[in-house]
């Protein structure tokens, strides 16, 4: 499997989740991986991207509340998620691209995760 998502589930809001991406050794080396959220009756929607050259994008809806962060010995790329809304609830899903640039347009990018879910309450 190239990309795995966890550590969705369900928080009140103003909580926070952590969401992790293990990837492939040969996904990892994309040139771009990123997170992305569909929420209920919505399109799915760029919402962090991490590029190899360390490059660092951001929705304005979560700049400030959200960062991706990666680990290279892991493979892994992490979503943190504080002051959560409940306009943030959706499926998260990862996702890597091969060519530049980063971009946070869903179109742009070729592998994709099954997604993991993320409940926010009011």
């Known amino acids: 499997v190239p990309l795995a998502e966890s550590g969705g589930g369900s928080v009140q809001t103003g909580e926070s989740l952590r969401l992790a991406c293990a990837a492939s050794?040969?996904?990892?080396?994309?040139?771009?991986m990123g997170w992305f959220r569909q929420g209920p009756g919505k399109e799915r929607e760029g919402v962090a991207v991490f590029g190899a050259n360390g490059l660092i994008s951001y929705a304005p809806s979560v700049m400030g509340r959200f960062t991706i962060s990666r680990d290279i010995a892991k493979n892994t790329l992490y979503l943190e998620m504080n002051s959560l809304k409940p306009e943030d609830a959706g499926a998260y899903y990862c996702?890597?691209?091969?060519?530049?640039?980063?971009?946070?347009?869903?179109?742009?990018?070729?592998?994709w995760g099954q997604g993991t879910q993320v409940t926010v309450s009011s």
């Open positions: 050794s040969y996904t990892f080396i994309s040139s771009c």
């Open positions: 996702a890597a691209r091969r060519n530049w640039p980063c971009t946070l347009q869903v179109r742009d990018y070729d592998v």
